[in-house]
């Protein structure tokens, strides 16, 4: 009951804030955000920093924030969840189970199949690479048994795009990290990601399934565009973008300097693959120009 009072309390706090009322006692009236976090902040900037606290996972004193809002795809740099455990290498504190992680993905597939209209979650956190990862979910298709449709989990968080590095897969060796460089945040000075998504001219903003794809610079300099994702399966897509690494394309567990799976990032317009892989605050990419056949 309290927390249902609290909610409707800062939504009405925010509606407010944001709304005829937003150029009133604001030292920042065209910031729509809070500047000062906590939740017992009520300073001239924001009156509804309670409600924005509340979506964090951290409060301002560093202490974990008992909310139920904040969430995250992924885990010590990787969607282990996602992983099946047999694929795992090692283990990161707070996975969860076999089972427990079995039951995360079913939850979020049935999420999907009761969502018949939903083909695409964006989100941040947790931090992972310099561009956005792409996480796919085969969901069963009532219409149709010979192909499912596929949900995507699209966290963009390149909050750490300074600190990658890329894997050399032929010398086994980290390189091309340019780093931090001048910037004052763990961005770096070159990654840029964005998430482009549209629908057909002609039907637009419709029940039909948008075209989704990325266009940027990775932290190493390197200008890119992907590959629409496909949205149903089977796809004319060549690599399983969105999933673990099975069939062996990239560099084995014993050949990768995380010495476990990677994670197939994305399929460039120019035949070139991204794989990732983590673990802890460490991240690297491993670009392939001309992508060799599976392992057998």
Not at 44 to 59: D, P, R, V
Not at 126 to 154: E, T, V
Not at 221 to 235: F, K
């Amino acid at each position: 009951e309290h927390l249902n009072q609290f909610a409707k309390r800062s939504i009405d706090a925010w509606r407010n804030e944001n709304g005829h009322n937003s150029n009133k006692h604001r030292e920042h009236p065209q910031v729509p955000w809070c500047l000062e976090g906590g939740y017992h902040n009520e300073s001239s900037s924001c009156e509804c920093g309670a409600f924005l606290q509340y979506g964090m996972g951290w409060t301002a004193n560093r202490k974990q924030n008992p909310t139920v809002v904040y969430n995250r795809w992924s885990s010590n740099g990787m969607p282990f969840r996602f992983i099946p455990s047999s694929l795992q290498t090692f283990t990161t504190e707070g996975d969860g189970n076999d089972e427990e992680n079995e039951l995360y993905t079913r939850s979020v597939k049935e999420f999907f199949q009761q969502s018949p209209q939903l083909s695409l979650i964006c989100s941040g956190h947790q931090p992972q690479g310099d561009i956005a990862n792409a996480i796919c979910l085969g969901i069963d298709n009532k219409n149709d048994n010979r192909s499912k449709r596929l949900g995507w989990i699209i966290p963009a968080d390149t909050s750490y795009s300074g600190d990658v590095s890329f894997w050399n897969r032929e010398k086994q060796t980290a390189q091309n990290q340019v780093g931090r460089e001048q910037s004052k945040s763990g961005r770096g000075m070159r990654a840029i990601c964005e998430v482009l998504i549209s629908w057909d001219e002609d039907e637009p903003l419709s029940d039909t399934n948008p075209h989704v794809r990325f266009h940027g610079t990775l932290s190493d300099g390197t200008t890119y565009e992907t590959r629409s994702l496909p949205m149903t399966t089977p796809s004319n897509s060549q690599y399983n973008i969105g999933n673990i690494d099975e069939a062996g394309i990239g560099p084995t567990p014993e050949e990768s300097p995380h010495e476990g799976p990677w994670w197939c990032r994305a399929s460039f317009r120019d035949g070139s693959l991204l794989l990732s892989g983590g673990h802890g605050f460490n991240f690297w990419n491993c670009l392939l120009k001309n992508p060799r056949e599976p392992r057998s």
